[in-house]
């Protein structure tokens, strides 16, 4: 497939966000700033003062790729949704800290937040038809994000979503752009919806169950989309998925959760190739049809 210059992709000068100089050595930094540093992050229910989550750390620096794995129900989403600062009613973030870019969450105000979803940390989620409004044309909503989070002028916004729309590989952009989402298919819809979270130029993006709902083809095609957001743009990607196929693919990192506990977690293929708990080797037994080998063999290479 094609690759994305950062500067394709997101409309910046690909020199902004090169590696930083040390003060000490003045070398070019190895460990860059974690992006997103979650830590000890606890999530309690208010109806029945349920902890629901409790205590989910990891750090994330640019370009790479934390996976959170984990039956249903076992906290993934809502961990994503405290990260993005918007929990459903009544639940709370009771314990531990999140950090976008440096900035303590919990600190910011409602504005702030509203401010930072999209244009430092944005998200995508199973079933893109409903989060794009049937009514409207495909492209006028992405250029409405360029306009609102970029303040770019109607005529620069559009030429941006046009562009964005080529860059996650949509054949004729320029037709997608008039396109109603009753028009596309899901995997297009998946990529529209990934133009309009990148539109911003984010430096965090959350995939939660993003290729769940599409074919196996298509789910390949997207997810070497997010790999090449992520080699090319330096996105730090966090990827829920139940499957382990989909993780072992693409991330650098792996958090197992289970009943909203993380019962094991560090470098995927530690993980997947010698898990240390009962619960990761029934996952991965339950995964074995999903050929995890071809992954791990793929990633290693
Ligand atoms: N909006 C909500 N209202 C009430 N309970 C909720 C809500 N969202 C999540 N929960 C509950 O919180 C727990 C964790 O849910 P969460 O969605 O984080 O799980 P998950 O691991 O993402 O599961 P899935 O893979 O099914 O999406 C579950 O018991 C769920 O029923």
Known sequence: MTT????????????????????ETGAAATTAEPVLAVRDVRIRSQVDDREIVKGVSFELTPGKVVGIVGESGSGKTLTCRAVLGILPPHFEVSAGTIH????????????????????TISAVFQD????????????????EVIRVKKGAKRREARRRAVELLAA?????????YTQYTYELSGGMLQRVLIAAAIAADPRVLIADEATTA????????????????R???GLALVVVSHDLAVVAQLCDEVLVMREGEVVEQGPTEQVLY???????????SEHE???????????QS
């Not at 210059?5 to 902004?16: C, H, I, Q, R």
């Open 231 to 233: 080699d090319n743009a």
């Open 168 to 176: 996650v590989h949509l054949r004729d952009p320029e037709l997608v």
């Open 214 to 229: 599409l074919d196996v083809t298509v789910q390949a095609e997207i997810l070497d989309l997010l790999a090449d957001l």
């Open 289 to 299: 049809q999903y050929g995890l080998e071809k992954f791990l063999t793929r990633e």
């Open 4 to 23: 994305l210059a950062k500067s394709t992709l997101t409309g910046t000068d690909p020199t902004e966000t090169g590696p930083t100089e040390s003060p």
């Open 100 to 119: 976008v870019a440096g900035e303590d969450v919990a600190t910011l105000e409602p504005r702030q937040l509203t401010a930072m979803r999209g244009s």
């Open 274 to 284: 010698h898990p240390r708990h009962d619960y990761t080797r029934l996952l991965i």
């Open 128 to 143: 893109p038809a409903s989060y794009l409004n049937p009514s409207i044309q495909v492209g006028p909503q992405i250029a």
